[in-house]
């Protein structure tokens, strides 16, 4: 069965980095964009960062400059080099892709910024 695992989620004091990771694995035909969307506590998921299987990126106004969305691996591994963190980047993280036209999510990992 297809399986979005993600790794690479912490403890960080402010101004560090850390990097997560989203790899798809199991019997893929066909993958699409991939995503990676957090939900701080109290509020709504939101869209941080999506990849095209052309490459193609986009983020939000918020992590412009500080975070890098990149896949590799014929396209099924996604990551997300987060650097210059702040509190406001606490948050469940996910991963999100199109597999075999149906929408897969990662399990969530914790990102906790603190001093």
């Known amino acids: 069965q297809v399986q979005l695992v993600e790794s690479g989620g912490g403890l960080v004091q402010p101004g560090g980095s850390l990097k997560l990771s989203c790899a798809a694995s199991?019997?893929?035909?066909?993958?699409?964009?991939m995503d990676w969307y957090r939900q701080a506590p109290g509020k709504q998921r939101e869209l941080v960062a999506t990849?095209?299987?052309?490459?193609?990126?986009k983020y939000i106004d918020s992590v412009k400059g500080r975070f890098t969305i990149s896949r590799v691996n014929a396209n099924r591994t996604m990551y997300l080099q987060m650097n210059s963190l702040n509190l406001e980047d606490t948050a469940v993280y996910y991963c999100h892709a199109q597999v075999n036209w149906r929408d897969y999510w990662g399990q969530g990992i914790q990102v906790t910024v603190s001093s």
């Open positions: 199991g019997r893929i035909i066909s993958i699409n964009d």
């Open positions: 990849i095209t299987s052309g490459k193609t990126t």
